[in-house]
């Protein structure tokens, strides 16, 4: 792989004297393999150079994560004193990331082994129970299990455990989230998740069975979730924006219409794969892990089209069958928190700046286009995927127009 970075004898020939040529080289085409550019090989090889000359690594023994601090400190006061840089900070760094990755890919770091915290069982137990006894979805469970591991952190941070836990305990955590900046919605987020847990726990034997009925989080009142989102026409400048030639922006374009048109969530969109895409019959299919279910949407021109268009010219050649990718090396599927990124930077790209940012907000703006446009709350909670019209019946209060029809109705006098 050297031998395709560097075209001079003198340089090559520098790299081959060097120690560990091959565990470098190795790596080397590992990184290409995985879809790094050439620049970015060049710059890890001639970082690989220093690492090995400063590390004086030997043939056999590991690596201590200190060793290499300290290596690559004396390498960066080295980059000053010849003044190539004028701060220790990126020199230092680079050196480090590039040494970690390395020696972590021979097998030879001596990383530190970090024990489980000593609720790990029962968050194990509590994750069982909740898929196999009360079926809830994977997302739930998530969002379950860190709620109550940051209470349970907090719990060993004050020297409690969850058998000598009590009430007080939960309101005192409670409390110390909302000091933090948590919004209302989330501390309630947060109560609701404890009171299962404390539930369960109560059933094992684990704590004191009057710890769940009385955990109580912050009043929600009727206005404080409703759903909010940008205009349909906001919306369609959004789309508008990302119009362009940029491979950027074809991706991200393709992304925002999945979103704007299916309401998908963030999940769902991450998980696409290119066997999800029926083009023979113009269709697309999306699983819903709420309700565990495959559901089957007609594929639209202007989505399809997107999809194409990204899949041609900008999707980097990979063995991943996920749709959606990064376009710069490590090449990998985008993540929820992503897919989060790109639609927030292009709603800033445009001057939005709504309460929410992220895919979430167009899924609220698609169903609430679908409102005015006169669509039946069934019609639009089998749209978004719900399984119960509770869920869809919130887009009726934010109808304005309709509420006020209903307000200006003749009751014949009656007050």
Same mark, same amino acid.
């Given at each position: 792989?050297?031998?395709?970075?560097?075209?001079? &004898?003198?340089?090559? $020939?520098?790299?081959?004297?060097?120690?560990?040529?091959?565990? +470098?080289?190795?790596?080397?085409?590992?990184?290409?393999?995985?879809?790094?550019?050439?620049?970015?090989?060049? +710059? %890890?090889?001639?970082?690989?150079?220093?690492?090995?000359?400063?590390?004086?690594?030997? =043939? #056999?023994?590991?690596? #201590?994560?200190?060793?290499?601090? /300290?290596?690559?400190?004396?390498?960066?006061?080295?980059?000053?004193?010849?003044?190539?840089?004028? #701060?220790?900070?990126?020199?230092?760094?680079?050196?480090?990331?590039?040494? *970690?990755?390395?020696?972590?890919?021979?097998?030879?770091?001596?990383?530190?082994?970090?024990?489980?915290?000593?609720? $790990?069982?029962?968050?194990?137990?509590?994750?069982?129970?909740?898929?196999?006894?009360?079926?809830?979805?994977?997302?739930?469970?998530?969002?379950?299990?860190?709620?109550?591991?940051?209470?349970?952190?907090?719990?060993?941070?004050?020297?409690?455990?969850?058998? *000598?836990?009590?009430?007080?305990?939960?309101?005192?955590?409670?409390?110390?989230?909302?000091?933090?900046?948590?919004?209302?919605?989330?501390?309630?987020? /947060?109560?609701?998740?404890?009171?299962?847990?404390?539930?369960? $726990?109560?059933?094992?034997?684990?704590?004191?069975?009057?710890?769940?009925?009385?955990?109580?989080?912050?009043?929600?009142?009727?206005?404080?979730?409703?759903?909010?989102?940008?205009?349909?026409?906001?919306?369609?400048?959004?789309?508008?924006?990302?119009?362009?030639?940029? &491979?950027?922006?074809?991706?991200? +374009?393709?992304? %925002?219409?999945?979103?704007?048109?299916?309401?998908?969530?963030?999940?769902?969109?991450?998980?696409?794969?290119?066997?999800?895409?029926?083009?023979?019959?113009?269709? %697309?299919?999306?699983?819903? &892990?709420?309700?565990?279910?495959?559901?089957?949407?007609?594929?639209?021109?202007?989505?399809?089209?997107? %999809?194409?268009?990204?899949?041609?010219?900008?999707?980097?050649?990979?063995?991943?069958?996920?749709?959606?990718? *990064?376009?710069?090396? &490590?090449?990998?599927?985008?993540?929820?928190?992503?897919?989060?990124?790109?639609?927030?930077?292009?709603?800033?790209?445009?001057?939005?700046?709504?309460?929410?940012?992220?895919?979430?907000?167009?899924?609220?703006?698609? $169903?609430?286009?679908?409102? *005015?446009?006169?669509?039946?709350?069934?019609?639009?909670?089998?749209?978004?995927?719900? +399984?119960? #019209? =509770?869920? /869809?019946?919130?887009?009726?209060?934010?109808?304005?127009?309709?509420?006020?029809?209903?307000?200006?109705?003749?009751?014949?006098?009656?007050?």
């Amino acid at each position: 792989m050297l031998e395709k970075l560097f075209n001079y &004898p003198a340089v090559l $020939a520098r790299h081959r004297k060097a120690p560990l040529f091959d565990e +470098r080289n190795s790596y080397l085409a590992y990184r290409a393999d995985d879809g790094c550019a050439h620049e970015t090989l060049l +710059r %890890i090889a001639r970082e690989l150079l220093q690492v090995v000359q400063i590390l004086n690594i030997p =043939s #056999t023994s590991n690596v #201590t994560p200190e060793h290499i601090r /300290t290596g690559a400190d004396r390498w960066a006061r080295q980059q000053c004193r010849r003044g190539r840089v004028h #701060t220790l900070k990126w020199s230092r760094k680079l050196f480090i990331q590039v040494a *970690t990755e390395w020696l972590r890919f021979l097998g030879r770091l001596e990383e530190v082994v970090i024990e489980p915290p000593l609720f $790990a069982g029962l968050i194990e137990d509590f994750t069982k129970w909740m898929e196999s006894e009360r079926g809830l979805s994977l997302i739930t469970i998530r969002n379950y299990c860190w709620h109550v591991k940051k209470f349970l952190h907090w719990c060993e941070d004050h020297n409690r455990s969850v058998s *000598t836990v009590e009430i007080l305990d939960v309101d005192t955590f409670l409390a110390s989230c909302g000091d933090k900046g948590w919004s209302r919605v989330s501390v309630a987020t /947060t109560a609701k998740a404890l009171k299962a847990f404390f539930r369960y $726990a109560a059933q094992r034997g684990w704590c004191l069975p009057a710890i769940a009925p009385a955990i109580q989080g912050p009043r929600l009142f009727s206005q404080e979730i409703l759903p909010s989102g940008p205009t349909w026409k906001d919306v369609n400048r959004l789309i508008d924006n990302v119009a362009t030639d940029r &491979p950027q922006d074809i991706r991200d +374009r393709a992304i %925002i219409l999945l979103f704007a048109i299916y309401a998908l969530r963030s999940s769902e969109v991450a998980s696409l794969s290119l066997e999800d895409i029926d083009w023979e019959n113009n269709r %697309i299919s999306v699983f819903r &892990p709420k309700q565990r279910r495959t559901q089957t949407y007609p594929l639209t021109p202007i989505v399809g089209n997107a %999809i194409i268009r990204y899949l041609r010219s900008v999707r980097p050649q990979n063995c991943r069958r996920e749709i959606f990718l *990064t376009l710069k090396a &490590p090449i990998k599927p985008l993540s929820v928190s992503g897919l989060y990124n790109v639609v927030s930077r292009c709603m800033a790209n445009v001057g939005l700046h709504p309460i929410h940012r992220g895919p979430h907000a167009l899924r609220h703006a698609c $169903a609430m286009h679908l409102v *005015t446009e006169g669509l039946s709350l069934k019609e639009i909670g089998d749209h978004l995927g719900h +399984r119960s #019209t =509770s869920a /869809t019946r919130i887009y009726a209060k934010v109808n304005l127009p309709e509420l006020r029809l209903v307000a200006d109705v003749d009751l014949g006098g009656l007050s």
